[in-house]
């Protein structure tokens, strides 16, 4: 018995090897460039895939690989403690985009010629996310998301309801949906995340876009910029259904779908998942009034997907080709049909018919980006948020915020304090 | 469920015994109605979904198993099951020897050496690091070591693994007494040799329980591939999984017949595992 | 003969726990060191001393999550334990189908954490309530995941009831060592029901008791899974368990390490609590 085990393990270790070593020996082409690219997004993975596939098939100097995992996020700090980084990531607009810039990970592409294309509002986005001035610009915004509130075409229509441009004007909408006997609005608030959604909305169009970092250099405080909008966000919810947070964003998904609410605050993002429940349904968009003048309004985009050239990238030129091709027009066309997105290049394209309602703000530039794509995810805004909704104290979630902000953000603030010291003289 | 216990505890007559039976057919229920629900939405469309009882509960329009075809397409299913086995299946071999000869060793020493004693603590307060803080190290770890793949994934779960089947090992030989080793090497039976002949097979029942709770722990597990072989193209199943899910939308019919499908293997092993549990008292080694 | 058994050992044990410490010990040495700075999990890091340390003992959510976890790992570990054991002694007794039966209690261990999330996400959202309303139950009308309160209920109910599974078949394969003329001759000596189980069935399945309980605590102490499927740490933080805190603000989050300095800390925390308990409990079994 002994012996026969021990031969069996003897000969499975010895095979194990043998594959191992295998696997380690696959030759290359040495004339081609291998570029490889993660992108985080796996929705969009059979695009991604598509684009693979033609391009290599038009490319004979440049083999190119797109991988588009599920927690993405995790596979790309893995391989970067690895120091095994892909040449291109394709990340969103938030805050892990300025921990790699801080962090030395990603590489300057201001010379490429691509970025002249680039609608500047996204790049001047980019520009604010990183914690303190860097010189270069280290990303080539590909895409944008936009949040407001998606609408019930047809029971609008058939109430002949117009769509709010201020506050008050949302307001008697709403009491105008409920006189009806109908809820005006669906919250999936139990899965903590969408709690963001109508506060990022309603944040953009109440305080400064660069909030944030004026908070980091210790001139103004969350409790003095937030008021309005934690005030205004408590008056929004009691529209909403009883227990907002009994139910997830799938429930609140599939009930906006079915039309057991007239509107829905959340993101562009949402569409597909909306869809896939009800096909036939119509969906319209507009930005969130949450100002009290129609002027003060601004819609809510942020930088959905972007491509950043990792400073271990070896080769920039072939980069930048596979950049190119990626930002061609057609290609562009065929990510937004497919994901409702909206395009950060500058030109002709067909936007969906939801987004129909931004589509004047997203035209005019008149956009901020998400005010969460500040927050330190390790400080649960969401979570804060939720309980803000459950205990409705707006003086104890100002307080709270205001003081995790410095506790979270420590090592941050220390750094913009340095900076600010350095650069006064 | 308090009459049970007393109802359970009287084994001695060797007739049916009906007041178990039906307290266990009605406990069916917590476990039928789940299972039922699984089914019936991994047969639906994405349009059949409500949030209403009545519409979640009823039959779906068709039974057509699009959604199996589809699930399996989508998680490029005979490859990902084939990493899949190979893994789980490796794991426990490697699993029952391994740990089994350790168990075995700490068992029988413990209460008298203090440096076995130390060991056996050692590896089994293993068990409560938490993964997270093992996760970068170890990513960066297996990569220096040229293990950033399915072998590393495995070695890996011997490692992870051993505190509990070691805790089980140990705790199984409690009841086997030593007089049955005394009187091999009474024969002139090599420590070894005796080990092999006597007291592996006289485990039976435990290694099935070991192989069972191993296997179904490897199965399910995404974390250690996810982190480890991040990069290489090979995914397990609960990887390709993943695929169904993502912040923004979820397919949960595709999701729930692709879960349907991977429980077929690991509830067959346990069949056949859980014979192995039950022939150990008609081994009769035990005395 | 005493030293040719005394070197086998050696031989056996020596290269298994080289292996253990490679892939055990060693990250987490590892991890300890990073417990010092303030390493986000990628790019630089400063040295920071025993900050992470200082803020851990001042951090109310921490606290709080040690309380949660430490709550829900008691009662699910008791509540789990007395149903695998009936379900264990029903399963071994006099059935008919008694394969089917522990097939089908088996079940609930194998379906996935998202399938289990959605189900038990439906049944405490929409049928439970609709359960209460019927029977006019006021207190459960709303669904008890989004009530501070109750919420961590049903975590453990999830928990149990994929746990049960597990420790049944533990207790089964300890029923089996039980010799039949232990209770032939308990039998004779006119030991029924109650008295039976407590005088001579338990005390002979006392190791797996242990063995349970330490499995136990060790799954429900670092419940991570159920969380994510149930409540992502809501409603209002109330159900963020410690390895929910380690994960998500050290792998997701930039906290990764002042989370190493979380998860040493709750390292011996454990060790320190089941060294106590073994011996707790190995006292037990030789006073039985």
Known sequence: MKGKMLKCLFLGTACVFAGMSLQGCSSKNSQVTEIEIVQYKPEAASYFDQVEEEFNATHDNIHLTIQSPNDASTILRTRFIREDYPDIIGIGGDINYSYYVDAGILADVSDYAGLQYINQAYLDIDEGLEIVPTDGTFAVPYVANAAGILYNKDIFEEHGWQIPKTWDELITLCEAIRAEGLLPFEFGFKDTWTCLAPWNAMAVGLSPADTAKQVNSGNTTFSVEYRETAEKYMKLIQYGPTDPCAFGYNDACTAFARGESVMYTIGSYAVPQILSVNPDMNIGSFTMPANDVKEGNTLNSGIDLQFCVTAACKNKEAAYEVLDFLLADENIQKYIDAQTAIPCKVGEFELADVLEGMSEDIASGNMKDYQDHYYPSEMAVDAQLQTFVIRKDVDAFLEKFDKDWLRYNRDIIYKVKKYEEEHKN | MKAMNVKATDMKEKKTNWAVMVLLILGLSTIAFPLYMTIVIAFKKPSEMTNSISGILSLPKSWSLDNFAEAMRVTDFWHSLSYSLLITVITVVLAIIIHSLMGYVLGRTKAKSKFYSFVYLFIVSGMFVPFAILMMPLAKQTAEMGLANWFGVILLYVVFYMPMNVLLYTGYLVNIPVALEEAARVDGSSTWRTYWQIIFPIMRPMHATVAVLTALAVWNDVMTPLVIMAGSNTNTLPLAQLNFQTQFGANYNLAFASYLLSMIPILIFYIICQKQILNGVTNGAVK | MKNERKRTYLMIALPILALFICFNTVPLIRGVIYSFTNFKGFGSYDWVGLRNYADLF???????????????????????????????????????????????????????????????????????????????????????????????????????????????????????????????????????????????????????????????????????????????????????????????????????????????????????????????????????
């Not at chain 3, 009936?86 to 399938?115: C, D, H, Q, T, W």
């Not at chain 3, 039949?180 to 004779?188: I, K, M, P, Q, S």
């Not at chain 3, 030991?191 to 605590?217: E, S």
């Open chain 3, 58 to 288: 001042t951090d109310a959510r921490v606290l709080k999550s040690y309380l949660f976890t430490f709550k829900l790992a008691v009662v699910t570990t008791i509540v789990v334990n007395v149903l695998s054991l009936i379900l264990a002694m029903a399963l071994n007794s006099e059935i008919r189908a008694k394969s089917f039966f522990r097939g089908a209690y088996f079940l609930p261990n194998v379906l996935g954490a998202l399938v289990v999330g959605y189900i038990f996400n439906y049944f405490f959202t929409y049928i439970l309530p609709a359960f209460a309303k019927m029977a006019g139950i006021g207190a459960l009308e709303g669904s008890i995941l989004s009530k501070e309160g109750l919420a961590w209920i049903g975590i453990m109910i999830v928990c149990a009831w994929q746990a049960v599974a597990m420790n049944t078949i533990i207790y089964i394969s300890g029923l089996q060592t039980v010799p039949e003329d232990v209770y032939e001759a308990g039998g004779l000596d006119g030991a029924t029901g109650w008295n039976k189980f407590r005088h001579l069935t338990l005390p002979l399945i006392m190791p797996f008791v242990t063995i349970n309980l330490v499995l136990c605590g060790k799954n429900f102490l670092m419940v991570f899974d159920q969380i994510m499927a149930l409540t992502k740490g809501g409603p209002a933080q109330s159900t963020e368990s410690i390895s929910y805190l380690i994960y998500n603000n050290g792998m997701s989050g930039g906290q990764f390490g002042f989370q190493s300095a979380n998860a040493v800390v709750f390292f011996i925390v454990i060790v320190a609590i089941s060294v106590a308990q073994m011996k707790f409990t190995s006292k037990k079994e030789e006073q039985l």
